[in-house]
């Protein structure tokens, strides 16, 4: 089998990790119960699928914060994301992957406020960005895999998609046609298309 074309990057949990983490959208969620707002089984996607700050966001699903609530909601994204760092496989491997001329892609399913991590940690590649509130999609909907092969312009058969979520980043994309690894950075790799390391993938392209 030939070397893909084209390697797609989960990110958070597979590029980027949290140095902390204070889940202010869920605390928001959770607050929203409590004054009478029953949860929506589409309330996570609006959240990732919706462009905005987060407070537009939680305007448009009808949730009205408190001054209080917006400032600490705030401060607490901008405190994850000062925490963020780099696994320490991700550079030299997208080093080795540039410098063998591979297109390099991301998907994500996020939040608006959390894309700003590409700029700060990855400005040093290039990448073809598919980010869930950019889109309108999230992993693991066809809509989202079929974006980024018609924005890449390459086959499905010769895309390679690497995450951290059996669902969203190995079973999706294999039934729509990417081949795929699935990222197990602790515990044992048991089966096929598991790996433990990044730099496994290298392998693909000897």
């Known amino acids: 089998m030939s070397a893909p ?22 605390k928001v969620m959770q607050w929203a119960r409590q ?24 305007s448009r699903m009808g949730i009205d914060i408190p001054d209080h609530m917006l400032r600490q909601l705030i401060s607490e994204i901008e405190q994850e994301i000062e925490s963020l760092t780099l696994f320490d496989d991700v550079i030299p491997v997208l080093r080795r992957l ?13 939040a608006q406020p959390y894309g700003i991590v590409v700029d700060k940690l990855l400005s040093d590649f290039h990448f073809i960005k598919c980010l ?26 010769q895309s390679m ?32 298309e598991v790996i433990g390391d990044l730099a496994d993938i290298l392998s693909d392209f000897h």
């Not at 004054?35 to 939680?58: K, N, S, Y």
């Open 35 to 58: 004054q009478g707002r029953p949860p929506h089984p589409e309330d996570a996607r609006t959240i990732m699928t919706l462009p905005g700050e987060a407070a537009d966001v939680f």
């Open 161 to 192: 998609f690497v995450g951290d979520t059996v669902h969203a980043d190995y079973e999706g994309p294999k039934e729509f046609g990417f081949r795929a690894r699935h990222l197990v950075r602790e515990g044992p790799q048991l089966k096929n």
């Open 5 to 26: 074309e084209l390697v797609i990057f989960d990110l958070y949990g597979t590029l980027i990790r949290f140095g902390v983490q204070n889940h202010p959208y869920r």
């Open 98 to 110: 540039d410098s063998y001329g591979i297109s390099m892609a991301i998907c994500s399913n996020l």
């Open 132 to 157: 869930s509130y950019e889109v309108g999609y999230v992993k693991p909907e066809r809509e989202m895999y079929e974006w980024i092969a018609r924005h890449s312009g390459v086959a499905p058969s």
